[in-house]
């Protein structure tokens, strides 16, 4: 195999300097000349009908610029059923309902003003989950709809019928997942402006640039075209900012009356009031095999209540049956979900988008097959494990797969047994959990694409300006390291331009693990087109046909070993009459396809990533406090662009994955967060952490930038569902909700043993 | 958070002073509560007086066989202190549980009591270790049992114009074990805390405290435990009674942090744990 010059190398993330030093200029330090503070009034009541908006204290206090409400904008709605609008103006569907807005010299007083509205209600029912909201005669939430009934996704393949029939072993459980925040560090935040002529500028740490365009155009009624998105440090994001939420246009129409710039910035409990979710699920899943290990069928049937507005927590079914449906070999699926109204929080994307969930469930029932079959759970996994090259009866095409290599990596560990705890009371316990991830996107608008350009300036600089948004994942820098590859630089000499609309070429946003994949394959055509016009050029000076020359530490050779500098070909090219600059451009949108609407069946991403995790717990039995010892993880990446930066997704899934797993839960009443900070809502800390081992699988995918594949998502997914496998080894209980909390495990070793 | 205004004296004789001009004025320390209240809204004080510049209140001396402790005292300082650490280990290690070694830098012992949280990780060692407040005013001084201090959950017997000291702390008889119950290991407030002190003589309980945070309107005493224990020996069944008991005295409530079942069982086992650290 080739030597590599930057790619596979461990290299700091290029940005980590800055932000540990301070010296980043995130979202949050954001400041422009003039620039005022905005603050949002919610409403009080999870459903109600505005009878009476009086602003005039607010307006009055010393300070206040001005305030608006949804008289200021014209009647616009937006979201993918169109159900939501920037300032509620009748009624309140949820706590999370926008009603007003304040601007203001300081956020301070803006935040005081926002409490002298006074707004009267008539208080209407609400209903706070999904049998309720299903009843009949339920207050009906959304009210151009007949019931709050959304919609109902169902995949088929094969006869579960059948499956059943042929099955020696049947199990059946229900699983209840719970809410969960983002918690990224950095709230929302965004700056807008617009200039004389009515152009908005927003500073804004959206995942989606472009697509927001889109929808604040849609959302304001006014053309996307003027609409600028500039992206400054984002501070994560992990899913939250992929769709459009009303305090994007909430800005723009406090900086037009404001007639100045504005500022609206998230306190931590507006991020969890107002932010978006990650989708509960009530699950029901069935599941058989035969006595020789093989899986007959799977049998789904789920519910998601996705708050009073509809986000991405609606599409999350559509991963969630791929897991069903594609993971690990099974002849017989039927799965349904069915997506519902209530006064609820809004649910988004989130880090995995349905495989936290989808893990978990498939996880536990493989491991009660296992279990019933008397089989090793790993050996089990490993029979039915997906292969490469195989198409899977949903019609993914799995081409690289190292989904029996990661289980085989744990089978090896797993041959050193367990050290029995200390004390009796304490009891240890191992389990193994799995998840398949989209490995470079998912076609779920007509594009998947990303756009490329590549310069090489007269002193051999190089910049990569890509459509694609960096938000700590470490796109920046294996974005860098494959152009410095391809061309033959130090990485120091790349930079990466990402952050202007304006500027960069178009790309869908960054999720669905597909930055490396998507974005990276579209740098290193472009940056393959600049290397071509240096060898054009380098043809000349050198003497030697273009095909034959190769590039080398910033230097291009010839055959016969003459050699000239990078910068020297461009300048030359450049200063000459009729010179040109050397400028590579490139769209990649990968071979896939949408899936079809009714049936779901269709290749939605070009490669597939497996990972396989083992946790080894330690449970105590007098109080249910669960602590993992160690956290094994073997992933099929692909290849590592960087391993340290996949060290680092891997480890940060694996916090994120823990406390899905042990702490993290927002906890609602009547559809009010009663945690919204981080005393109450648990986030794993350092302290909390285990040992992690990371294994990194290399499958080497035929379609992925250097055999590459996504790596984004899979380290949070299967987290949940190795630990409760691990839990139920050590002390005999399935433990069916996470966050599955000291109190939550005594509770079910007390029902055990009550028999 | 609205505009105040904000004093820094620098003798409790101006702190005294202040407080009864401005008897609304509310005290600062390390500010780790009151700072969160006031971003919160649930407490919009016009004016802050700060307790920082105040040397009274800092410190840990003995003083004629008992000690000292400044209520200005922060926790990273008990943490720290060799002379904490030989006399109080139990007190020492309830001072390192709390929050994070940042919060700990500025929380003090003063603060974490005035706060008067049924949660403090302080209070129920310090009850258990018979530490007496000591109260001063422009009216005089007066010294109450911390067990009496607490009135209920944010309420404490201070009165308008009087600040907590000092505490003194006897010299302490036998030894004392604080336990924490929380789910994460840091950064966690006490789902249940308790402490015990247990002077033996021959293998015999001669005098037994059994205290317990977060389990109550107010840290408390589990009396009857500890009369139970008082002139026994432990034994295995002993201390699974004593924890039994100590979980009848309590009474908690459902909240966020954990319901009152699962409460009153850690208090149960928790009580017998640290009994049996103490044997």
């Known amino acids: 195999m080739k030597e590599f010059s930057a790619v596979g190398k461990r290299i700091p993330k290029t940005d980590a300097p800055d932000k540990v030093t301070g010296r980043a200029t995130y979202g949050q330090d954001f400041k422009l000349p003039g620039m005022l503070h905005g603050a949002i009034r919610y409403s009080d009541h999870a459903h109600a009908r505005i009878l009476n908006i009086d602003t005039s204290k607010a307006e009055a206090l010393e300070g206040v610029k001005c305030v608006v409400t949804a008289d200021d904008v014209p009647e616009t709605r937006f979201g993918f059923y169109k159900d939501n609008m920037p300032l509620k103006k009748d009624v309140v569907r949820s706590h999370r309902d926008e009603i007003a807005g304040v601007v203001a010299v300081n956020e301070m007083i803006a935040r005081q003003a926002v409490k002298l509205i006074k707004i009267e209600y008539e208080i209407l029912p609400a209903v706070f989950n999904v049998a309720d909201a299903m009843a009949e005669n339920a207050p009906l939430i959304q009210p151009n709809r007949d019931s709050n009934h959304l919609i109902t996704n169902t995949y088929n393949h094969g006869d579960v019928e059948q499956g059943e029939a042929e099955s020696d072993v049947v199990v059946e459980v229900t699983c209840k997942l719970p809410y969960v925040n983002h918690a990224s560090m950095e709230t929302c935040v965004i700056v807008a402006k617009f200039d004389h002529s009515q152009n908005l500028t927003l500073w804004s740490t959206t995942q989606i640039p472009f697509l927001l365009q889109k929808d604040l155009g849609a959302a304001l009624g006014m053309s996307p075209k003027n609409i600028r998105i500039l992206q400054p440090t984002i501070g994560g994001a992990f899913g939250r900012e992929l769709d459009i939420y009303p305090y994007h246009p909430i800005a723009a129409i406090m900086a037009k009356k404001a007639q100045v710039p504005v500022r609206l910035c998230f306190s931590r409990e507006e991020e969890f009031r107002a932010g978006p979710q990650r989708q509960p699920v009530e699950v029901t899943i069935r599941a058989g095999a035969k006595n020789n290990g093989d899986l007959t069928f799977r049998d789904v049937s789920m519910t998601l209540d996705v708050g009073a507005y509809v986000s991405w927590g609606s599409t999350t079914p559509m991963v969630m049956m791929e897991t069903t449906a594609s993971f690990y070999r099974v002849p017989h699926v039927r799965f349904k979900a069915d997506c519902v109204y209530t006064n609820n929080l809004i649910t988004g994307a989130m880090r995995g988008y349905g495989n936290p969930q989808s893990s978990f469930y498939v996880e536990s029932a493989m491991d009660m097959l296992a279990e019933k079959l008397g089989m090793d759970p790993i050996q089990f996994r490993i029979q039915n494990a997906n292969q490469p090259n195989t198409i899977t009866e949903q019609g993914l095409k799995i081409t690289s797969c190292g989904l029996e290599d990661c289980l085989k990596a744990l089978a090896e560990r797993a041959e050193t047994k367990l050290e029995p705890a200390a004390q009796p009371h304490l009891k240890r316990g191992r389990g193994v959990g799995g998840t398949l991830n989209v490995g470079g996107g998912a076609r779920i608008y007509r594009s998947d694409g990303c756009g490329a350009t590549v310069k090489v300036d007269d002193f051999g600089h190089v910049s990569l300006i890509t459509g694609s948004t960096e938000i700590g994942q470490g796109s920046e820098t294996v974005l860098a390291q494959m152009v410095a590859e391809i061309l033959s630089v130090p990485v120091d000499d790349v930079r990466v331009i990402n952050s202007d609309t304006d500027v960069k070429m178009w790309d869908v946003g960054v999720h669905a693990s597909r930055t490396t994949f998507i974005a990276g394959n579209a740098a290193c055509l472009a940056a393959k087109e600049a290397l071509g016009q240096i060898f054009e050029t380098a043809s000349e000076l050198l003497g030697a046909s273009p095909d034959s020359l190769k590039a080398e530490n910033g230097q291009i050779i010839a055959p016969d070993g003459k050699s000239v500098s990078l910068s020297k070909v461009v300048r030359s090219r450049h200063f000459r009459s009729g010179g040109q600059m050397v400028f590579g451009q490139a769209f990649y949108d990968p071979p896939t396809e949408l899936v079809d609407k009714d049936s779901y069946h269709g290749n939605i991403s070009p490669a597939y990533g497996f990972g396989m995790q083992m946790a080894d717990v330690e449970v105590d039995t007098e109080t249910g406090q669960v602590r993992v010892l160690k956290l094994i993880c073997a992933k099929d990446i692909g290849r590592a662009i960087n391993p340290m930066a996949v060290e680092g997704q891997i480890e940060g899934g694996a916090q994120m994955g823990l406390g899905y797993a042990l702490s993290e839960e927002v906890v609602i009443k009547e559809g009010k967060v009663m945690n919204p900070n981080f005393v109450d809502y648990r986030l794993f800390t350092s302290a909390d952490m285990p040992e992690i081992e990371n294994i990194m699988i290399e499958s080497n995918d035929p379609e992925g930038p250097f055999g590459a594949k996504g790596i984004g998502e899979m380290g949070s997914s299967c987290v949940a569902a190795a630990v409760t496998n691990a839990i139920y080894d050590a002390v005999g209980v399935r433990l069916t909700q996470p966050p599955m909390t000291p109190e939550r495990v005594l509770a079910a070793l007390d029902t055990k043993a009550a028999g | ?279």
């Open chain 2, 1 to 279: 958070m609205k505009p105040f205004e904000h004093f820094a004296p620098d003798s409790v004789g101006e702190v005294l002073d202040l407080l009864q001009s401005i008897p609304k004025a509310k005290l600062i320390a390390g500010g780790t509560d009151l700072l969160l209240q006031m971003k919160q809204g649930s407490a919009q004080p016009d004016t802050v007086i700060s307790l920082k510049n105040v040397e009274e209140l800092r410190g840990f001396a003995t003083r004629k066989a008992r000690f000292r402790l400044g209520a200005g005292m922060t926790l990273r300082g008990i943490t720290r202190s060799p002379e904490l650490k030989k006399h109080f280990p139990g007190l020492v290690y309830a001072a390192s549980v709390v929050a994070s070694e940042q919060i700990r830098s500025l929380a003090t012992v003063g603060g974490n009591i005035c706060n008067a949280s049924p949660s403090a990780d302080l209070i129920p060692p310090l009850l258990a270790l018979d530490a007496v407040a000591h109260i001063v005013s422009r009216d005089g001084q007066r010294d109450i049992p911390l067990a009496d201090f607490f009135k209920g959950p944010g309420k404490t017997i201070l009165k308008s114009g009087e600040i907590l000291l000092s505490l003194f702390l006897p010299q302490p008889s036998g030894n004392m074990f604080y336990s924490k119950h929380a789910p994460r290991q840091f950064m966690d407030l006490a789902v249940v805390g308790v402490a015990v002190r247990l002077q033996k003589n021959q293998g015999m309980v001669r005098e037994a405290r059994v205290a317990l945070g977060a389990v109550g309107p107010t840290p408390l005493r589990a009396k009857k435990t500890e009369a139970l224990l008082t002139g026994k020996t432990l034994t295995p069944k002993l201390m699974l009674e004593a924890g039994e008991m100590a979980a009848d005295e309590c009474s908690p409530i459902d909240d966020i942090r954990g319901s009152a079942w699962y409460r009153k069982r850690m208090i149960k086992i928790h009580v017998r744990r640290n009994l049996e650290a103490l044997l």
